[in-house]
């Protein structure tokens, strides 16, 4: 069997004297969609962070298409296909929205890219509708879908999300999850960070439940889903 797109194996992140990963494992196969559940707090930015060098490791390696992650800078994973979409979306606000997506192919040498942005424009209709607006007049649901877009111009081969649900109005939220499942039926290999665990277990093909630093448990997303624990600690019953 192939290796794994991505293997984490004894990742242990720390802040100070604080460990936040405390040893996980886990990994995502080349097209699948794969969901790192769990409460606020319990790990899942920080080990995201690790994957894409902004966090150092204390401990652990990362394996993303078979090359070491550590001492790589994250503009260099960027090129080799590892890019996340950062909680809180970080767009530019005083960037156009075209301008924005193009700063997503920054790293880029090609002669693909305005046929690239025509089909983020494509995924996006919004975005193409108002492509000279100004990112920080956008709601908040209009700037997750352009950092979404953006990492898209990247061209990944493996696509980070953290959280891209967070404090969405419903209606939004459903069309984030419509657009993720989306980009994924597109052929891009997917690990979604999120609280929303019914709606990220929904779409995966596995799961990872994490708590306190911990992975406590994994397995097939719709096994996870009707797990009693499961059900009882992040789905409300």
Partial sequence: MAEPLLKVEGLKVAYGGIQAVKGVDFEVRAGELVSLIGANGAGKTTTLKALTGLQPLAAGRVRFDGREVEGQGTWDL??????????????????????????????????????DLERVYATFPRLAERRRQLAGTMSGGEQQMLAMGRALMARPRLLLLDEPSMGLAPIMVDKIFEVVDAIHKQGVTVLLVEQNAGRALQLADRGYVMDSGEVLLDGPADALLRDPKVRAAYLGE
């Fill in 78 to 115: 960027v090129r080799q296909g590892l890019v996340m979409v950062p909680e809180g979306r970080g767009t530019f606000t005083r960037m156009t929205i075209g301008e924005n997506l193009l700063m997503g192919a920054y790293t880029r040498r090609d002669k693909e890219v305005e046929a």
